[in-house]
């Protein structure tokens, strides 16, 4: 007789089970973000002590993407002001080539470098332009020619000019800008 009742109660627990799992089957899941959560009124959900907060997901990240990704700091780069050179005035009248209308060369931005396999490439941004392109050894860029790419910087060539432009601009020497040597 005992078996008989544990068999029935086996199965009347069995069949509560299934009961149950039908019942959840047709419940709607709320699958909304947690930062849009509405309680069943309608109103916002309650937040309760030690629950996870997450700010508005729908705002505004573009300070976010305005600081620079591959700079240590995450701060937009402040070059220090430099001090005007004095310049000698000569005594006597020197007469000036006519003057050209040609824009100064000013030299890419360097945005990105990437090493891999023994190949590198520099992300350089031309000045004014919105976008920036990947460049190898030896390719020319706004009349520059990137003559040599390391981990912390890419050397631009243009008519017997050299420039570097560093990947870390506010790093010289190994001292933060700003900070004091001793």
């Known amino acids: 007789m005992t078996g008989k009742f544990a ?3 086996l199965a009347a627990a069995i ?3 299934v009961a149950f799992n039908l019942v959840l089957y047709d419940t709607p899941v709320d699958t909304a973000p947690i930062g849009s959560a509405k309680a069943r009124d309608g109103a916002l959900a309650p937040s309760s002590p030690g629950s996870l907060q997450i700010a508005d997901l729908d705002g505004d990240y573009t300070e976010t993407f305005e600081r620079p990704l591959f700079s240590p700091t995450r701060r937009q780069f402040v070059p220090e002001p430099v ?3 004095p310049v000698e ?3 006597a009248t020197v007469e000036q080539p006519a003057a ?9 931005s360097l945005l990105g470098i990437s090493i891999h396999g023994g190949s590198a490439q520099a992300l350089l941004r ?3 332009a919105e976008s920036a392109f990947w460049y190898g050894n030896g390719e020319t860029v706004d009349g520059w020619t ?9 050397v631009l060539e243009r008519g017997g000019k050299i420039t570097r432009l560093s990947l870390y601009p506010s790093v010289q020497d190994g001292q933060p800008v700003g900070s004091v040597g001793q």
């Open 83 to 85: 001090e005007p050179q």
């Open 126 to 128: 031309i000045a004014g």
């Open 89 to 91: 005035v000569a005594s």
């Open 15 to 17: 069949a509560a089970l």
């Open 146 to 154: 990137l003559s040599a790419i390391d981990k912390n910087q890419a």
């Open 100 to 108: 050209q209308n040609v824009a100064p060369a000013v030299a890419p």
């Open 7 to 9: 068999g029935l109660a």
